[in-house]
C-alpha cells in the first residue's frame, strides 16, 4: 500500500514542474507586459531583470505554502489517504486548466484556480465522506470545509477589479495632464516628483507585498510595523532628491528607471507569493506523506492534523522551482501569446483586434458616448481644449519598413501601469484582502489605456468585448476549477491507483495535442500573408504574394470539394462535419485579408499603390469562390444532418464524373498560380467548356429523373445546387487567371495604368 503513495508523491512533483512551467505561461503577463509594451528596454534585458526578481521571490516564498496546507479545509478531518486523494486531483485540473487558457492567449488567476480547485476537491471528499456515515448530513460540511475564505476571496476578486480599473485610468489621466505626449518638453522637477511617488510606492511593495510573510521579514517587521507613514514620506522626499540627480548630474531616463524596478517587484511578488500556486500543494504532500510513513498508522485512519502546524520549507526545492520558472520565462511560446494578448488590448495605435464585438460591449460604448456628449457641453471649452492638448499623441515618421518597431504606448504608461499595481497590491496585502496579481495589473493596464484614448471610436467595441472575455474567462476559471477538480476528487476516491493513472494518462494526451497544436497554429501565424507587415510593396510583389495565395486556394479547393462528393456519396455525417470546419477556416483566412486591405494599401510604396485596385480584385474573386465552396460543403452537410434520403447512384455518378474533370482543371490552376505561369488561358477554357458540356447533361439528367421517376425535392435541391456553384467555382477561377494574365502582359509592357479598361 506504501507504494501506491511513493507513485503518487512522484507524480505530483512531475505534475509541478509541469504547473510551474503553465503557470508561468500564463502569469508571465502580470510583470512583463508594460516593459515589453513601451520598447524603452530591450527584450533580453527585460527577461533578466524579470530572471532576477522571480528566482529571488522563490527562495523567499516560504511563508505563503500554509494557504494549500490549511487555507481552504481543515486538514484535520481528513485521513491521510484522503489528503492525497484532494491534493492528485487539484494538480491534474489545475494543468489543464492553465494549459487550456494558455492555449487560448487569455491570462487567468492561478490563484484563484488553486483555491477553488482545493475548494471543489475538498468538498467533494467531504460529501463523499458524509454520505459513507450515519450521523452527518450535509449539514455538516462547514466541519470539513473553510467556506468563509471562498466567500472572502470572491470579495476580493470582485473589490480589485473595480478599484483596480477605476484607480490606473484616475492616475493615468492626471499623470498625462502632468506629462501630457511630449514627455521631452517637461521641467526635469515634474520628473524627479514623478520618480519619487513612483519608486516609493514600488520599493514599499517590495518589501510589504514581497516580504511580508517570510523569514526575511521578521528582520525588518520592528521598523515597518505601524509607521506607513513614516516610511512614504521620507522614502518619496529620498528618491525624488535622487531622481532629481540623476536627471540633472546623469542625464539619466527616470521613467525608464522606473519600468525596471517596476519589472522586477512585480516579478518578485509574482514569484514569492504565488509560487504556492504552483508547488504548495505537492509540498503539503510530501509533508504529509514523511508525517505518516513513521506513524505506523494505516493510511485510512491516519488523521492530518499535523498540516495544520507551520512547517518550514525547502530553500532547495524553493531554489530548484525559482530555476524553472527562469527557464520557462526565457522559452515558453505561450508566455508570448498571453502576453500578446494584455498587450494588444493596451496598445495605442491601430493593429487587428483579437476579440469579436458583443452586445454588452456595444451598449458600453454607446454610453460611454454618450456620457462624453454630456460632459462637453457642460464643461468650459477652455478646460476641454487644455485636456484636449495633453493628449495630442506626437507624429511618430518612421519608414515604413520600420514601423512595426513602434512601443504600443508610452514610458508614462508603463510607469503608471507598475507602481499603481504595486500600491493597490501592497494596500491589499496589508488589509489581508487575497488580491489577485493577474486581476490587478491586467485591470490597470486595462483602465489606464482607456484614460489615455487608447480605446478610440475604431477599437473602443472590441478592446471592451476583450476586457470582458477576460473578466468572464477569471468567473469560468473559478466555476471550472472547482467543478472539474470535484469530479476527479471523487474518481480518485473510488478509483483509486487505476483512475491515478487514467487522469496521468489524460493529462500526457490533452497536454501533447495542445503543444502540437500551438506549434502548428504558430508556424500557420508565421507563414500568414499579413498585410499590416510594414515592408514595402511594389506591383511585383504584389502580384507574387497574390499568385501563391490563389495557389494555396485553389489547393484547398480542390481537396475539400473532393471530400465533399466523397462524404456525400456515403452518407458520412462525420467527415462532412470535418469537411465543413475546414471550409470555415479557409474562409476565416480570406476574411482576415480582407479585413487588412486597409492596411495592405499603406503599405504599397508610392509607385505601387495602382496595385491596390488589384489586389482588391482578388480578393473579390477568392471571396466568390469561397462563397460558393461554402454553399457545397453547408447544404450537404445539412442534407445529412436532416436524414434525408442518399443521392441516388446516378446522380453520385454524375458527380463523381464532374469531380473528376474539375479536379484535373484546378490542378492546372493551381500549378500555374505556383509557377507564375499564365500562359494557358486557353487550354483552360477548353476544359472549361468541356465540364460545364458534363455539368449541363448532368442537370439535363436530374431533369428526367424528376419527369419520369419518382424523387425527392430535397435531393433535386442540393443536386442543382452542387452543380450551378461548380460552374461558379470554374468561372472565378478562371477569371482570376485572366486577369492575372493581362496584368503581366501588361506590366512587361510597363502599361499597368489600363489594366483594368
Known amino acids: 500500500m506504501e507504494n501506491i503513495y511513493i507513485f503518487m508523491l512522484v507524480a505530483l512533483v512531475i505534475l509541478a514542474i509541469i504547473d510551474l512551467v503553465v503557470g508561468v505561461s500564463n502569469d508571465a503577463v502580470n510583470f512583463l507586459n508594460s516593459a515589453i509594451g513601451s520598447k524603452v528596454i530591450s527584450p533580453r534585458n527585460i527577461l533578466i531583470i524579470a530572471s532576477v526578481g522571480v528566482a529571488i521571490g522563490a527562495i523567499t516564498s516560504s511563508g505563503m505554502m500554509e494557504v494549500a496546507r490549511k487555507g481552504i479545509f481543515h486538514p484535520g478531518e481528513f485521513y491521510f489517504n484522503e489528503i492525497m486523494y484532494i491534493f492528485m486531483a487539484v494538480m491534474i485540473t489545475d494543468i489543464l486548466l492553465l494549459d487550456v ?11 484563484v484556480s488553486i483555491v477553488f480547485e482545493l475548494l471543489g476537491a475538498a468538498v467533494a471528499v467531504a460529501l463523499i465522506k458524509i454520505l459513507h456515515t450515519d450521523s452527518e448530513t450535509i449539514e455538516n460540511l462547514g466541519k470539513y470545509i473553510n467556506t468563509g475564505t471562498a466567500l472572502f476571496i470572491i470579495f476580493g476578486i470582485l473589490l480589485s477589479v473595480f478599484i483596480a480599473f477605476s484607480v490606473g485610468a484616475i492616475v493615468q489621466f492626471l499623470s498625462r ?22 519608486i516609493t510606492a514600488i520599493t514599499y511593495f517590495i518589501i510589504i507585498k514581497g516580504m ?111 530555476m524553472i520558472m527562469v527557464v520557462t520565462l526565457w522559452f515558453s511560446k505561450k508566455a508570448k501569446t498571453v502576453i500578446e494578448t494584455g498587450i494588444n488590448l493596451s496598445r495605442q495605435g491601430e493593429g487587428h483586434e483579437k476579440f469579436e464585438a458583443n452586445n454588452m460591449a456595444r451598449v458600453v460604448v454607446r454610453a460611454a458616448i454618450a456620457i462624453n456628449k454630456v460632459i462637453t457641453k457642460i464643461a468650459p471649452k477652455r478646460i476641454l481644449s487644455f485636456i484636449d492638448s495633453k493628449f495630442k499623441s506626437p507624429t511618430i515618421v518612421l519608414s515604413k519598413k520600420n514601423k512595426d518597431e513602434l512601443p504600443a504606448f508610452d514610458a508614462v504608461r508603463a510607469s503608471v501601469n507598475l507602481f499603481v499595481a504595486g500600491i493597490l497590491i501592497s494596500i491589499g496585502t496589508s488589509l489581508q484582502l487575497p488580491l489577485s496579481t493577474t486581476y490587478v495589473t491586467f485591470m490597470v493596464a486595462m483602465g489606464t489605456s482607456l484614460a489615455d484614448r487608447a480605446w478610440g471610436r475604431e477599437s473602443a467595441v472590441y478592446r471592451v468585448a476583450g476586457v470582458f472575455n477576460v473578466i468572464g474567462g477569471w468567473f469560468l476559471t473559478a466555476l471550472s476549477a472547482f467543478t472539474v477538480a470535484a469530479i476527479f476528487a471523487a474518481l480518485i476516491y473510488y478509483g483509486n491507483i487505476y483512475a491515478v493513472a487514467a487522469l496521468l494518462m489524460l493529462v500526457l494526451f490533452l497536454m501533447t495535442k495542445s503543444s502540437i497544436k500551438h506549434r502548428k497554429k504558430t508556424i500557420e501565424q508565421k507563414e500568414k500573408l499579413s498585410a499590416e507587415k510594414a515592408e514595402l510593396k511594389t506591383i511585383k510583389v504584389v502580384m507574387k504574394e497574390s499568385s501563391e495565395r490563389i495557389s494555396d486556394v485553389t489547393r484547398r479547393v480542390e481537396k475539400l470539394y473532393g471530400h465533399v ?36 494599401i499603406k503599405s504599397l510604396d508610392d509607385s505601387s499603390v495602382k496595385a491596390s485596385r488589384f489586389y482588391i480584385h482578388v480578393l473579390d474573386y477568392l471571396q466568390d469562390v469561397m462563397q460558393s465552396i461554402d454553399y457545397i460543403s453547408s447544404t450537404s452537410f445539412i442534407h445529412v444532418d436532416n436524414n434525408h434520403k442518399n443521392l441516388k447512384k446516378s446522380q453520385i455518378a454524375d458527380l463523381n464524373s464532374i469531380r473528376e474533370e474539375l479536379s484535373e482543371l484546378l490542378n492546372i490552376i493551381q500549378a500555374s498560380f505556383e509557377d507564375r505561369d499564365y500562359s494557358q488561358v486557353e487550354l483552360l477554357n477548353e476544359k472549361k467548356e468541356n465540364l460545364f458540356d458534363n455539368i449541363a447533361v448532368s442537370l439535363d439528367n436530374q431533369v428526367d429523373r424528376i419527369r419520369t421517376e419518382e424523387s425527392s425535392k430535397r435531393n433535386t435541391i442540393l443536386y442543382f445546387g452542387i452543380l450551378l456553384e461548380t460552374k461558379d467555382v470554374v468561372r472565378t477561377l478562371i477569371s482570376l487567371m485572366v486577369l ?18
Request: hydrophobic share 45%; aromatic share 14%; glycine share 8%.
Open 101 to 111: 487558457f494558455n492555449s487560448l492567449g487569455m491570462p487567468t488567476s492561478t490563484t
Open 177 to 198: 495632464l502632468l506629462y501630457s505626449f511630449h514627455i521631452e518638453k517637461r521641467a526635469s522637477y515634474v520628473s524627479a516628483i514623478f520618480g519619487g511617488v513612483a
Open 212 to 322: 511580508k510573510g517570510t523569514d526575511f521579514y521578521k528582520d525588518v517587521q520592528p521598523y515597518i510595523e505601524g509607521r506607513t507613514f513614516e516610511i512614504l514620506l521620507y522614502g518619496f522626499i529620498g528618491w525624488a532628491l535622487l531622481s532629481q540627480l540623476y536627471i540633472s548630474i546623469f542625464k539619466g531616463n527616470i521613467l525608464k528607471f522606473i519600468i525596471i524596478i517596476g519589472t522586477f517587484s512585480l516579478a518578485l511578488a509574482f514569484s514569492g507569493n504565488d509560487l504556492v500556486n504552483f508547488i504548495g500543494v505537492p509540498m503539503a504532500a510530501l509533508n504529509s506523506y514523511q508525517d505518516w510513513i513513521g506513524s505506523g498508522v494505516p493510511a485510512e485512519q491516519y488523521e492530518m492534523v499535523s498540516l495544520a502546524k507551520k512547517v518550514p520549507s525547502n530553500p532547495w526545492l524553493l531554489l530548484l522551482a525559482g
Open 565 to 600: 462528393v466523397t462524404d456525400l456519396s456515403a452518407h458520412n455525417l462525420d467527415k462532412l462535419s470535418k469537411t465543413k470546419k475546414h471550409v470555415k477556416k479557409l474562409n476565416n483566412d480570406i476574411d482576415e485579408l480582407r479585413n487588412n486591405v486597409f492596411y495592405f
Open 740 to 757: 492575372f494574365h493581362k496584368y503581366s502582359t501588361l506590366y512587361k509592357k510597363d502599361d499597368i495604368k489600363n489594366i483594368f479598361d
